[in-house]
């Protein structure tokens, strides 16, 4: 008889793949000093392609031990966690993808890393939001949380990829005077991903609001433009 999963058998597992050096690195790349976003987090040193697979293997983890992973002292945990509930989220009827994106929004202070909003907004909140009330979004944006926001903006790839850009364009106005980097970045990232759909829109957004953007933020936006109309941009000639 099968033991069903748990926060605690999944740590376990976990801390067999472990690897000093790869937490090493990667703590380095995460900024783990004092001071910084990821300050106190701790590392286990597991690679994506192992976390993806322990997802996949207990998909049947219950939203109640998925939550007490999620709030695991372990990044590698809370990224599992997260990976779980993407792939439950996108198996499960409505009204368990409701709890889904309830508990998501409810612990979102755990997802206290770029990679792990990054790996979900977009697959859960996101694609839940597309046929619905979408202020939730605007209210993540004003938060005082750095990842409430950028959860905010990374939602909205997922409209991005159905063609829909208005909801991306208002959570980017919210936050053209966000003080931190890592939003000047995703917003950037956001509105270039518009680009690659419709530069038209996008340019039409940038001409308002360009002069006004942190300068991280028109850069990512404007990486694929031709040389001479990028320059323009950076100049403030357009």
Not at 164 to 175: S, V
Request: glycine share 4%.
């Amino acid at each position: 008889m099968s033991i069903a999963p748990s926060a605690s058998t999944l740590i376990r597992a976990l801390k067999k793949s472990a690897s000093k050096k790869d937490a090493t690195s990667v703590s380095r790349f995460i900024k783990t000093r004092k001071g910084q976003y990821g300050e106190g987090d701790s590392f286990l040193g597991i690679r994506m392609p192992v976390l993806r697979q322990l997802a996949k293997d207990n998909m049947d983890l219950s939203l109640t031990e998925a939550v007490n992973l999620l709030k695991s002292e372990f990044h590698e945990a809370r990224m599992t966690a997260l990976l779980i509930l993407v792939l439950k989220f996108q198996q499960e009827d409505e009204t368990t993808q409701a709890q889904i994106v309830k508990l998501y929004l409810k612990y979102s202070a755990y997802m206290n890393g770029w990679d792990l909003v990054d790996c979900s907004a977009h697959l859960i909140p996101g694609p839940w939001l597309m046929r619905r009330d979408k202020r939730i979004l605007e209210n993540l944006a004003r938060s005082q949380s750095l990842w409430d926001r950028r959860i905010a903006i990374m939602s909205t790839f997922h409209f991005i990829r159905q063609q829909h850009f208005a909801p991306t364009l208002k959570i980017a106005r919210l936050l053209l005077n966000d003080n931190e980097d890592l939003i000047h970045k995703a917003v950037g990232w956001m509105l270039r991903e518009v680009e690659n759909r419709d530069r038209n829109t996008e340019e039409d957004f940038l001409r308002k609001y360009y002069r006004n953007m942190p300068r991280t933020m028109l850069r990512y936006a404007i990486e694929k433009f031709p040389q001479t109309r990028r320059k323009q941009y950076l100049n403030g000639t357009m």
